[in-house]
């Protein structure tokens, strides 16, 4: 298949909906089939919330292997019930991360769609925030908005599809992660289940929460990278700093390479660049799998030695590439007697923002009109990070993220979310994915 406006126009006039984006007149404008699953969705919405309760109060920080497989299991559970083949992926021991769930179900010639969640939380287990809070229009707890509200949109969409009979004719797969809060390395090992499922799919749907309630998707997503910086000089007294023995020594050259980068690089448009620590002196000792270390240096002596690492946000693999030969460039130029070289590692590629992307966020929003909801417009990349979507973005022909529960405070002890868009995204999904299988 190949995704393309002209698709989206055959979709959606083949179900007897206008192709007018703009008319507020097309709301309801819901096939029979469309119409079941919006009632189911509505009256299991008291359900969905008691499932999100009991997997919220379910501890599955990403080193808590235990407790993500018992979330894994719930939903393994769960999608078996609807039909799907089910298989838990271990990891490797030097991975060191609890595996995921894949679930699959093969039914119908139309797109495969890969809809994508995460099991596990950055709650670990000697976290404070452990338990599920509800009040009256919002619920608190760890992970709610991020994501295992997510993985009950994912869930109830398609509990909505099989009591409509809408899941015969599909073609699905479920991958539910069990690391995208701290992905196990190397990452070749740790996504491959993950790329290959994203080689077999033409659509792939991210279930992270939404930015700004109800009314936005992801388009694009900004890949990260990590960077080191290793710089030595002459170690010296320093009353011969700059002269001909001794040089600048280490610490001016880290500077100036670091400066080189915020006047020379920095400025494009989604392009951003971090150094998140620095040390820096005679002797030092760095943890980099910690992210912590030592230095010991004194002010009469010339350092010898530098460690930065840093991190680097894009919107394309063209422009990784070409940010970090500017880098290398700055840091290629060295002042005397001092040394410094700088090493990339690959994280998170980036989900470009594609025309097909945006023609698949097209077809969202006529559903969402379709439901009454109003228009879903996309998100600004720049207020996303990286995600699980990124790793099959390049294989799909098109991919939305940002499917899930609307909340705030993601990643922190007041995350919380709006109980009231779980109804509507749930629909919104349920009813974006059967679309989608009725593409030829």
Same mark, same amino acid.
């Given at each position: 298949m190949s995704f393309t406006r002209s698709h989206t126009i055959v979709l959606l006039t083949s179900l007897g909906i206008p192709v007018s984006a703009a008319n507020p007149a097309l709301a309801q404008n819901l096939t029979s089939t469309e119409q079941a699953i919006v009632s189911y969705v509505d009256a299991h919405?008291?359900?969905a919330i008691d499932l999100l309760e009991r997997i919220v109060n379910i501890n599955s920080g990403t080193m808590n292997h235990a407790g993500v497989r018992e979330v894994g299991r719930i939903f393994e559970a769960e999608l078996a019930s609807l039909g799907f083949d089910t298989r838990w992926i271990e990891m490797p021991e030097e991975v060191n991360r609890a595996g995921h769930l894949f679930a699959e179900i093969? #039914? @119908?010639?139309g797109p495969t769609i890969l809809l994508i969640g995460h099991l596990d939380t950055v709650f670990e287990e000697n976290s404070p925030f452990q338990r599920f809070?509800? @009040?009256d229009s919002t619920t608190s707890g760890p992970g709610t908005e991020d994501m295992k509200g997510g993985d009950v949109v994912? &869930?109830?969409? &398609?509990?909505? &599809?099989r009591a409509a009979g809408a899941l015969e004719d599909a073609r699905i797969i479920v991958a539910?992660?069990?690391?995208?809060?701290?992905? @196990?390395?190397?990452?070749?090992?740790?996504r491959a289940d993950l790329i290959e499922a994203g080689r077999r799919s033409q659509v792939a749907l991210g279930f992270e929460g939404g930015v700004d309630g109800t009314g936005t998707a992801t388009v694009a997503r900004r890949g990260s990278s990590g960077w080191t910086l290793l710089v030595e000089g002459e170690r010296g007294h320093s009353s011969q700093i700059f002269g001909e023995k001794y040089g600048a020594g280490a610490i001016f050259e880290a500077a100036r390479i670091l #400066? @080189? %980068?915020?006047? +020379?690089?920095? #400025?494009? +448009?989604? &392009?951003? %660049?971090?150094p998140g620590i620095i040390l820096g002196g005679t002797e030092v000792s760095y943890d980099?799998?910690?992210t912590r270390g030592s230095a010991f240096g004194k002010t009469n002596v010339i350092a010898q030695s530098v460690v930065v690492d840093g991190g680097l946000r894009f919107i394309s693999e063209e422009q990784k590439e070409r940010v970090r030969a500017r880098m290398r460039e700055v840091v290629s130029r060295h002042l005397p007697l001092t040394a410094a070289r700088i090493e990339f590692e690959d994280g998170y590629p980036a989900m470009a923002p594609t025309e097909a992307n945006y023609e698949l966020l097209g077809v969202l929003d006529e559903v969402s009109r379709d439901l009454g909801f109003g228009p879903v417009e996309a998100v600004d990349p720049a207020r996303r990070g990286a995600a699980d979507i990124s790793f099959v973005a390049?294989?799909? +022909?098109?991919?939305l993220d940002g499917l899930g529960v609307a909340g705030s405070g993601g990643h922190t002890t007041e995350e919380e979310v709006d109980l009231g868009s779980l109804p509507i995204v749930t629909k919104r999904a349920a009813l974006l994915i059967h679309r989608l299988t009725q593409v030829k």
């Open positions: 919405d008291d359900e093969d #039914g @119908g010639s809070e509800r @009040g994912l &869930l109830y969409a &398609l509990k909505a &599809l539910l992660t069990g690391d995208e809060e701290k992905p @196990g390395r190397p990452i070749a090992v740790s #400066g @080189g %980068f915020y006047d +020379e690089v920095r #400025g494009e +448009e989604y &392009l951003t %660049f971090n980099a799998a910690g390049p294989y799909v +022909e098109a991919g």
